[in-house]
């Protein structure tokens, strides 16, 4: 499927993988970046980790769409509205992608924005899946 790549002088990452290499015989997915509302464009609710789990939830179930499952992930870049807020609530952050995607954790970028296109959006999550054929 895909090799973490993690140079065996580095520290450990913790949460995310410095670098996949997957195999692309498989099917390559690419997912738009999705924020923190339901399938019907509608936010229930307004707290950060809260709008993280449901743009999780977004992309896992748009990933299922194409049969792929969260260990498909290779990448994944975040954009987040207030990083301050990110780092004082990562035990829940955490909580939340685990308890989505799992133990999964593939190629990460997180980029502090000063807003995103919609108002009540904190975050939005983008990725890539290789699903094996």
Do not use: C
Not at 67 to 77: A, D, M, Q, S
Not at 97 to 112: E, I, K, S
Request: glycine share 10%; net charge negative.
């Amino acid at each position: 499927m895909h090799d973490i790549l993690h140079p065996a002088s580095w520290k450990k990452a913790s949460g995310y993988a410095n670098g996949i290499a997957a195999d692309n015989s498989g099917k390559t997915v690419y997912l738009g970046g999705h924020i923190g509302w339901n399938g019907q464009q509608e936010f229930e609710t307004d707290d950060f980790v809260g709008q993280v789990r449901q743009a999780l939830q977004n992309v896992a179930d748009v990933l299922a769409e194409a049969g792929g499952k969260p260990e498909h992930l290779v990448r994944l870049t975040w954009y987040i509205t207030d990083k301050k807020e990110y780092l004082s609530r990562l035990r829940e952050v955490g909580e939340a992608y685990r308890a989505v995607l799992g133990r999964n954790f593939p190629a990460m970028t997180m980029v502090q924005v000063v807003a995103l296109v919609e108002d009540r959006a904190k975050v939005e999550i983008e990725g890539t899946a290789v699903i094996p054929a």
